[in-house]
């Protein structure tokens, strides 16, 4: 697997894992709200979803860096197959959440585009790269 690809991968898997905390402990804070682009009327009937959002991509981000160590230290077709695996998953939880914008469940309606592209680009980076 080359550089580009582990590093997107990588980069991918450790912003999971930093916003996880955000989404799942500290929703309420204003600035993390702002962070997000959600608004925080009804936050309390979401807070399980958020938790529990937060909580897979966080599984995601450690199954990523893990399939990374693997690929440099163990079995390269292995942990190339679970960085596979991992970007795949990335990339297409990352479209669904421009799907349910498209969908009006956004609100505000629009307010996904920027985490959707952000949360888009790097496993498609290395997912390509992995390909080429």
Known sequence: MNVVAQFSAGLSALILIAVFPLEAFL????????????????LE???????????????????????????????????????IISCCYMLL???AMGVADLLGYWRPRGGSVKGT??????????LLAIAV
Do not use: H, K
Request: hydrophobic residues 55%.
């Open 45 to 83: 009937n979401v807070r399980l979803w958020s938790f529990c959002i937060g909580a897979r991509n966080a599984i995601a981000g450690v199954a990523t860096l893990i399939g990374l160590w693997i690929v440099n230290y163990g079995d390269l077709a292995a942990g190339t197959m679970i960085v």
């Open 93 to 95: 939880s990352s479209l």
């Open 117 to 126: 592209i952000a949360s888009s680009v790097f496993p498609a980076v290395a």
């Open 27 to 42: 929703i309420e804070r204003p600035w993390v709200q702002r962070f997000l682009a959600i608004e925080p009327i009804g």
